[in-house]
Structures are given as structure tokens and as C-alpha cells.
């Protein structure tokens, strides 16, 4: 029987832990995403590999598409979310899935988690109206709601939120420095 909690199979990451320990290169891992325009402001965006040691360990079952717009204000047709709106997804998901277990991994049971961000912008950056103001966000604030059961004290469940607000990847790499690089490939 699979050892459970908060819905998080905790057997799974007891067997990742081990498989690092044995061979601590599995645990350099790399995410990938691939797009491709789909004319004005739309990408349709593809998530079908994972690396972990340089293998990719995601199944061919496991292929996922998103598409990506802007809202018509931005030049776009507002039919799916942009980019901003996938990013605020992505640490609203991390906060979420990483606060279930740690929360798991504490003996932690748990009714509710539910997580709210906020990324304000001044646009003048974006729309290159004033150089003065940046064009990435000028601040981020998020809000989780958390509700425990069957005796989750408060000590508990502010515990498995304030460990993943030093742990989370998303907030990271959001928060952190971050060493990014680019090229260019022109077709002719």
C-alpha cells in the first residue's frame, strides 16, 4: 500500500531520495518548453521532456500543450492567459503542491490550501513609453489560506507554508539572481 498524504505519495519521493543518494547525478534535472507563433500574439507552447541526468524521464503519455495570448489591450485576442498569468500559475502551483507536502512530510493532514498572486506592473516599461520604469514587475504578494484537520495545529500549517517560502523553485527563481543566456538562430 502506497504511503499517502494530503493526496502526495510520499513512497515515490522516499525512492528519488534514495536514487540521489546512490548516484547524486540523477538530481541535476533540466525542464524544457518549446514554442512556436501561432500569428499575432499566440504561442502554443509544448511541455514534453524532463532530464534528469541528462535522460529523459518523462513519458510520451506525459506530453502537455498550452496556449499563450495577450489581452486585447496588449494587441492580443485575450483567448487564453499570458504570460504573466502563466508565471503567477506556475508559483500559485509550486506554493501549492509544495506546502501539501511538506505538510505530508511533517505527519501534517490537511482540508484546504488555496493561494492567491498578485504581480503588479507599471507598463510604461513594457510599451517603452517612459525607459525610466522597468519592464518586468514591480512587485509580487501572495496570500495562502490554509486549513488543517483531524487536530493540524496552527504551528503545523504555518510550518509547511514558511518552509516552502525558503524552498519553493518557482519563488526562486523568480526572487534570485538567475544566470540566463540566449542565442538567435535565423532561418534564411
Request: aromatic share 4%; glycine share 8%; with cysteine.
Amino acid at each position: 500500500m502506497s504511503n499517502v498524504k494530503n493526496g502526495v505519495d510520499l513512497d515515490n519521493i522516499q525512492a528519488l531520495v534514495g536514487a540521489i543518494q546512490s548516484d547524486p547525478a540523477i538530481a541535476k534535472v533540466q525542464f524544457k518548453a518549446q514554442s512556436e507563433w501561432k500569428g499575432g500574439t499566440k504561442a502554443s507552447v509544448t511541455v514534453s521532456e524532463l532530464f534528469s541526468n541528462g535522460q529523459n524521464i518523462r513519458s510520451e503519455a506525459s506530453k502537455f500543450h498550452l496556449m499563450v495570448d495577450e489581452p486585447g489591450v496588449l494587441g492580443g485576442t485575450d483567448e487564453h492567459p499570458n504570460p504573466v498569468e502563466y508565471l503567477a500559475s506556475a508559483l500559485c502551483g509550486c506554493l501549492t503542491a509544495g506546502i501539501a507536502t511538506n505538510a505530508a512530510l511533517f505527519g501534517t493532514e490537511l482540508e484546504k490550501i488555496n493561494v492567491e498572486v498578485l504581480v503588479n506592473f507599471d507598463i510604461h516599461g513594457v510599451l517603452g513609453l517612459d525607459r525610466s520604469k522597468p519592464s518586468g514587475p514591480l512587485d509580487l504578494h501572495y496570500k495562502v489560506t490554509l486549513k488543517g484537520k483531524n487536530g493540524a495545529t496552527v504551528d503545523q500549517l504555518i510550518k509547511s507554508k514558511e518552509t516552502l517560502d525558503k524552498k519553493s523553485p518557482i519563488k526562486n527563481t523568480i526572487q534570485l539572481p538567475l544566470n540566463v543566456t540566449t542565442e538567435v538562430v535565423i532561418e534564411e
